[in-house]
């Protein structure tokens, strides 16, 4: 009843909370339009060129966040466990800096998930190896080594910087503080359906990740492939914020708050929990969007600002908890 319930209220809030991110802003669209002799051009080219495109990524952007969080929570069995605390969205930033460099994402478009997939894989590798102690995971050692990795990927890629032309760190900026603003239909084509075929497919192995949050002694005693099944996620959401990434920048904190605030109201079964916290994740962030445009008269406050505005005192009032 739990879950129907939040299941519900969520879809609700799916409503308004896409009303605002399309009617917001610093061009004035009257939602009213319609009835009162139609928009005009300019005003349907604001929705449709600009604010639609900008909707739907962050509707995937958020989906993917939610379920990565909620998903690495399980694996390490960790409330901080986050795709940016641990360093995977510093990874996917990385990776797709260098492809940049390279000049190769203006030949083809589908160079740029590939960078940030790489190097979000390898983050989320080097997380894992660097928190396993004997078999097992140190949640401590963990959180410490993402920290470590995630600050090692900015120090590499601000280096990297250093010697990249002005073109690229404009660029860079999308990737520094998130910004849903620069979406275009091409991205929507190009991202928005196979980050959804991934993500469809990482809600079908709830079961196993219920397994696996078990932990891998248990997990191997009921006959699971434990680090088998553990490689095969962190791959998974490796692709899926490698995705996110392209799509929306390094957004932070989304992948922490929405599936740890939804698993005490719904409980642990991520049967259940990963679907929801994906939809959690797609309205959060569209309305942490929303408010950014809102909140500064004449300008706007990028999306990754926001969320951690959010995230940062939660992270904080989490960790003062779990002492």
Known sequence: ????????????????????????????VSPWGPFHGGWSLLEQNVLWNLRLPRLLLGLGTGAALGASG??????????????????????????????????????????????AFAGAGLASLVVGILGSVRGGTDR??????????????????????SF?????????????????????????????????????????????????????????????????????????ISLLMGLAVCAGGNIGFVGLLVPHSLRLLTGPDHRTLLPLSALGGAVFLVFCDALGKMVLPGGEIRVGIITALFGAPYFLWLLCRKK
């Open 70 to 115: 909620t998903a690495l929570q399980g694996i390490f069995g960790n409330p901080l466990a986050d795709p940016g605390i641990l360093g995977v969205s510093g990874g996917a930033s990385l990776g797709a800096v260098i492809l940049l460099l390279t000049g190769l994402p203006q030949k083809a478009y589908w160079f740029l998930p590939l960078g």
């Open 140 to 161: 401590v050692k963990l959180l410490l080594a993402g920290v470590a990795v995630s600050l090692f990927c900015g120090a590499l890629t601000a280096g990297l910087l």
């Open 1 to 28: 009843m739990k879950f129907k319930r939040c299941w519900i209220v969520l879809w609700l809030l799916l409503v308004p909370v896409c009303f605002l991110s399309l009617f917001s802003g610093q061009v004035p």
């Open 164 to 236: 990249a032309p002005d073109a690229v760190m404009r660029q860079y900026f999308f990737w520094t503080l998130g910004n849903l603003g620069v979406g275009t239909w091409l991205q929507v084509k190009g991202i928005l359906p196979l980050l959804a075929g991934v993500l469809a497919v990482l809600c079908l192995w709830g079961r196993q990740l219920n397994v696996l949050s078990l932990g891998e002694e248990q997990a191997l005693s009921l006959g699971m492939d434990a680090p088998f099944w553990r490689k095969l996620f962190l791959g998974w």
